[in-house]
C-alpha cells in the first residue's frame, strides 16, 4: 500500500489556453457583427432621411410656386401651413443627419485616449518640475 498523495498535475495558464482564446476570439466576433449590424441599421435610417429630405424639398419648391399666382386666401393659407410643417420636418431631419455624424461611441476612443495621455502629461510635468525645482 502506497499512503502518498498523487502529484498534482502542473497548473495551466488560463490566459493561453485554447477554450479561453476562443471563448475571448467568440466574444470578440459576436461584438464585431452587433457593431456592423447597428452600422447598418443607422446607414439605412440615415438613407431613408436624405430620401425624405429630398421628397420635402421638392414638395417645398411646388408650393412655393403655387403661392406666387394664388389669391384665394384660404387656399393660400393651407399651403402656407404645409409648407410650415415641412420646414419644421427638414430641419428635424437635418439634426438627425447632422447626429450621425457625431456619437458618443465614436467620439468615446478618442475622448479617453485624450483623458489618458493628458493625465500621463501632466504627471511627467510634475515629475520634472519636482525634479528640477
Same mark, same amino acid.
Given at each position: 500500500?502506497?499512503?502518498?498523495?498523487?502529484?498534482?498535475?502542473?497548473?495551466?495558464?488560463?490566459?493561453?489556453?485554447?477554450?479561453?482564446?476562443?471563448?475571448?476570439?467568440?466574444?470578440?466576433?459576436?461584438?464585431?457583427?452587433?457593431?456592423?449590424?447597428?452600422?447598418? +441599421?443607422?446607414?439605412?435610417?440615415? !438613407?431613408?432621411?436624405?430620401?425624405?429630405?429630398? @421628397? /420635402? %424639398?421638392?414638395?417645398? *419648391? $411646388?408650393?412655393?410656386?403655387?403661392? +406666387?399666382?394664388?389669391?384665394?386666401? !384660404?387656399?393660400?393659407?393651407?399651403?402656407?401651413? @404645409? /409648407? %410650415?410643417?415641412?420646414? *419644421? $420636418?427638414?430641419?428635424?431631419?437635418?439634426?438627425?443627419?447632422?447626429?450621425?455624424?457625431?456619437?458618443?461611441?465614436?467620439?468615446? @476612443?478618442?475622448?479617453?485616449?485624450?483623458?489618458?495621455?493628458?493625465?500621463?502629461?501632466?504627471?511627467?510635468?510634475?515629475?520634472?518640475?519636482?525634479?528640477?525645482?
Amino acid at each position: 500500500m502506497n499512503l502518498s498523495p498523487e502529484p498534482s498535475p502542473p497548473p495551466k495558464d488560463s490566459s493561453h489556453s485554447p477554450n479561453t482564446e476562443e471563448s475571448d476570439f467568440e466574444q470578440a466576433l459576436l461584438e464585431v457583427e452587433q457593431a456592423l449590424s447597428a452600422l447598418k +441599421q443607422r446607414y439605412l435610417q440615415i !438613407q431613408s432621411a436624405r430620401q425624405r429630405q429630398k @421628397e /420635402l %424639398q421638392y414638395r417645398r *419648391a $411646388e408650393i412655393r410656386k403655387q403661392l +406666387q399666382g394664388k389669391d384665394n386666401k !384660404q387656399l393660400w393659407q393651407e399651403l402656407r401651413q @404645409e /409648407l %410650415q410643417q415641412i420646414q *419644421a $420636418e427638414l430641419e428635424t431631419i437635418e439634426l438627425n443627419l447632422e447626429s450621425s455624424l457625431f456619437t458618443w461611441s465614436s467620439l468615446k @476612443e478618442p475622448f479617453w485616449q485624450a483623458i489618458r495621455f493628458g493625465g500621463l502629461g501632466i504627471a511627467i510635468g510634475w515629475l520634472l518640475k519636482s525634479c528640477t525645482g
